[in-house]
Every structure is written in structure tokens, then in C-alpha cells.
């Protein structure tokens, strides 16, 4: 499985972005998705998850309310949308794949990951 993501760039705060993550896959649709930041010095860390299908969700509690996760299966697509981003929102993000919901939602249950896409929000 190969991820590419794409949609990173510099904003300024309160401002919009939305990164999609395609993969080369025959079976998109049997991964749960997630998105991860790695913010420079830090660990990296969840952001959201969806399911196969799309049915379940998860954010993180930094992130809910301003960020929405969503997939097109049709498309081999995962997208993330980011609304009122906000400085500390700056890292590297990267889309990963996972057999299963549960295992999306950490860095230690992804099975595949993408390369990194940078994301800076200036105040």
C-alpha cells in the first residue's frame, strides 16, 4: 500500500486547509484511515480516524470541532479537513493506513504510513 498526501502549505491563523491522502491500493476499502501530525521536537501523534465506511470517527480533543476527517472509497481517498488552525496546528502530516477502526486511532496500530505533508500556520 502506497499513501501519497498532498494539500500541505502555509496559512495564516484562523484560516483553512484540507489535505487528501490517495492510496494504491485495490482494497481501500477494507483500511481504516487516519491522519497523524509530528510537530517538530515531538512525538507524533493522533489527530482523526475514520472507519471502512466511513460510519465512525475519531478526533482528537485538540482538533474536534475545527477538524473534520472524511473518505471517498470510490476514489481511493481520505481527506482532512482543518478550519480555524491555529499555530500550535503546525507539523508534518502524515495519512496512514490500518487493518481495523480501533487500531487507526494509534501510531502503533498502523500497518502503512504516507510520506509527511507540511503544515504551517503563522499568527
Known amino acids: 500500500v502506497q499513501l501519497q498526501a498532498s494539500g500541505g502549505g502555509l496559512v495564516q491563523a484562523g484560516g483553512s486547509l484540507r489535505l487528501s491522502c490517495v492510496a494504491s491500493?485495490?482494497?481501500?476499502?477494507?483500511?481504516?484511515m487516519g491522519w497523524f501530525r509530528q510537530a517538530p521536537g515531538k512525538e507524533r501523534d493522533t489527530v482523526a480516524a475514520i472507519s471502512w465506511n466511513g460510519g465512525s470517527t475519531y478526533y482528537a480533543d485538540s482538533v474536534k470541532g475545527r477538524f473534520t476527517i472524511s473518505r471517498d472509497n470510490a476514489r481511493n481517498t481520505v481527506y482532512l479537513q482543518m478550519n480555524s488552525l491555529k499555530p500550535e496546528d503546525t507539523a508534518v502530516y502524515y495519512c496512514?493506513?490500518?487493518?481495523?477502526?480501533?487500531?487507526?486511532?494509534?501510531?502503533?496500530?498502523?500497518?502503512?504510513w504516507g510520506k509527511g505533508t507540511l503544515v504551517t500556520v503563522s499568527s
Open positions: 491500493v485495490r482494497t481501500f476499502s477494507s483500511y481504516a
Open positions: 496512514a493506513a490500518s487493518s481495523n477502526f480501533r487500531r487507526s486511532k494509534v501510531k502503533e496500530g498502523v500497518d502503512y
